[in-house]
């Protein structure tokens, strides 16, 4: 969620196939180019005991994945 309250999901390719119950893997190159650089995100990551971990992510961190994302393609 960004700080302006944009919500976008990305979906964990492990859900039901995970080598070990604590790992997740999310493909994030679709949403990033969404996420305006001016703003910080907050990822929300679901753990085993049923609640969230959230990580907060400064709009410096946001920026660089996007400039990953564009120098990948």
């Known amino acids: 969620m960004t700080v302006a309250g944009k919500l976008l999901s990305a979906s964990n390719a492990y859900a039901l196939t995970a080598p070990v119950p604590n790992l997740?893997?999310?493909?994030?190159?679709?949403?990033?180019p969404k996420l305006p650089t001016i703003d910080a995100l907050k990822l929300y990551v679901?753990?085993?005991?049923?609640?969230?971990?959230?990580?907060?992510?400064?709009?410096?961190v946001v920026t660089e994945w996007q400039w990953l994302v564009t120098d990948i393609d």
């Open 24 to 32: 997740g893997k999310y493909n994030l190159t679709d949403i990033l």
């Open 46 to 60: 679901p753990v085993s005991s049923g609640q969230q971990l959230v990580l907060n992510i400064s709009n410096t």
